[in-house]
T-cell receptor, first 117, second 111 residues
Framework: GAGVSQSPSNKVTEKGKDVELRCDPISGHTALYWYRQSLGQGLEFLIYFQGNSAPDKSGLPSDRFSAERTGGSVSTLTIQRTQQEDSAVYLC???????????????FGSGTRLTVV | EDKVVQSPLSLVVHEGDTVTLNCSYEVTNFRSLLWYKQEKKAPTFLFMLTSSGIEKKSGRLSSILDKKELFSILNITATQTGDSAIYLCAVLSTGANNLFFGTGTRLTVIP
């Protein structure tokens, strides 16, 4: 697609429920990143996918968080047993190998605002 | 531990003012520093800086990096209400998979 697409744009869920957030990157971009932005905070790295390599999961805050990327394209971030502290904007970004190296070219999606009540 | 610190955290100015936003960093194997503008949700890329002392300019925005003192500044001249946003600074390290972001500076430009 023309840009990075994320859905839903907003999600309100009850504490303890599972949620799935979706990211559709720019076609042909091999790298995909998930970040979290809590109120008043910067972007916190969660997970990185590059091609067929094993993902870098070093930023996932707990084992309630997981992500997968099927067919090297669409990615789903799953949060199990949501807690109120999970409330944040979840941003996805994609880049091609060249754009990351030269133009710093992450392209971000518009994010999913998750509210856990 | 890697650190990116932005200041001020927030700033309110009048249209036409000039502002300077600061970003200092402590990271291992520094490669480049990037500035993003975040108006609603999606941050948009402004500048990438790799070398010290070379100013990057785009319209009323400019930025420069000092690798000796480990900081960068983002200048906006003749501010407009459309400049109101969060400005994010991020650092890329050699061998790292991801950008490391600061907490941002929230700029509000009032008419």
């Amino acid at each position: 697609g023309a840009g990075v697409s994320q859905s839903p744009s907003n999600k309100v869920t009850e504490k303890g429920k599972d949620v799935e957030l979706r990211c559709d990157p720019i076609s042909g971009h091999t790298a995909l990143y998930w970040y979290r932005q809590s109120l008043g905070q910067g972007l916190e790295f969660l997970i990185y996918f590059q091609g067929n390599s094993a993902p870098d999961k070093s930023g996932l805050p707990s084992d309630r968080f997981s992500a997968e990327r099927t067919g090297g394209s669409v990615s789903t971030l799953t949060i199990q047993r949501t807690q109120q502290e999970d409330s944040a904007v979840y941003l996805c970004a994609s880049s091609s190998f060249n754009s990351r190296a030269t133009a710093g070219g992450y392209t971000f999606g518009s994010g999913t605002r998750l509210t856990v009540v | 531990e890697d650190k990116v610190v932005q200041s001020p955290l927030s700033l309110v100015v009048h249209e036409g003012d000039t502002v300077t936003l600061n970003c200092s960093y402590e990271v291992t194997n520094f490669r480049s520093l990037l500035w993003y503008k975040q108006e609603k949700k999606a941050p948009t890329f402004l500048f990438m800086l790799t070398s010290s002392g070379i100013e990057k300019k785009s319209g009323r925005l400019s930025s420069i990096l000092d690798k000796k003192e480990l900081f960068s500044i983002l200048n906006i001249t003749a501010t407009q209400t459309g400049d109101s946003a969060i400005y994010l600074c991020a650092v890329l390290s050699t061998g790292a998979n991801n950008l490391f972001f600061g907490t941002g500076t929230r700029l509000t430009v009032i008419p």
